[in-house]
């Protein structure tokens, strides 16, 4: 079955502060794995967008890694702003017929 | 260009009315997507089209849901008839790569 897991549910770190949010997956045929941001009350924001062959992308302070044999990806955010405070968002895309499978997210605190 | 734009950004009804969400995508994209998030479920795909044509509508929860895109600028979800249960975020996204969301409709239904 095709899933995504995020851990962890729920974050709070303090300002400038660096943290790794988490993602697994058990989705195949493989074609993509993408990081969102979503602000509350606001959609979401495409963070980075990695292919099978990508093993890293940077987004200014967030940094996406992909290790396509384990099927695991993180998002690390460097010097945590008090702007960072959203929820995180991953999502595999299967190739062929092009499902989205989307995690239930990270909710992010950064605090003063 | 002003990014996806969606109305109305709240709507109100009662069970059993029609409901019509609607969306314009960022010109020039290929691909529009409708999304629904709720609390509990989390966002969820429930169709999208490239070049105006339906490619996979397996997320629509049921036949009370329609989705339409009549031109490369304008894109329809209804539910009708509306039950509590369809209370939701519905997002509307475009992409030529990169999928960009609109700000989405928050709809309750009493």
């Known amino acids: 079955k095709n899933q995504v897991e995020q851990s962890p549910q729920s974050l709070i770190i303090l300002e400038g502060k660096n943290c790794t949010l988490q993602?697994?997956?058990?989705?195949?045929?493989?074609?993509?794995l993408r990081w969102y941001k979503q602000d509350t009350g606001r959609g979401p924001v495409s963070l980075t967008i990695m292919t099978f062959s990508e093993n890293t992308k940077s987004n200014g302070r967030y940094t996406a890694t992909l290790d396509a044999d384990t099927k695991q990806s993180s998002l690390h955010i460097t010097a945590s702003q008090l702007s960072d405070s959203a929820s995180y968002i991953c999502?595999?895309?299967?190739?062929?017929?092009?499902?989205?499978?989307f995690g239930t997210g990270t909710r992010l605190k950064v605090l003063a | 260009d002003a990014g996806v734009i969606q109305s109305p950004r709240h709507e109100v009804t009662e069970m059993g009315q029609e409901v019509t969400l609607r969306c314009k995508p960022i010109s020039g994209h290929d691909y529009l997507f409708w999304y629904r998030q709720t609390m509990m479920r989390g966002l969820e795909l429930l169709i999208y089209f490239n070049n105006n044509v339906p490619i996979d509508d397996s997320g629509m929860p049921e036949d009370r849901f329609s989705a339409k895109m009549p031109n490369a600028s304008f894109s329809t979800l209804k539910i009708q008839p509306s039950e509590p249960r369809d209370s939701a975020v519905y997002f509307c996204?475009?992409?030529?790569?990169?999928?960009?969301f609109g700000p989405g409709t928050r709809l309750l239904v009493l």
């Open positions: 996204a475009s992409s030529l790569g990169t999928q960009y």
């Open positions: 993602c697994n997956y058990t989705v195949s045929p493989f074609s993509n």
């Open positions: 999502v595999v895309t299967t190739s062929g017929t092009y499902k989205y499978i």
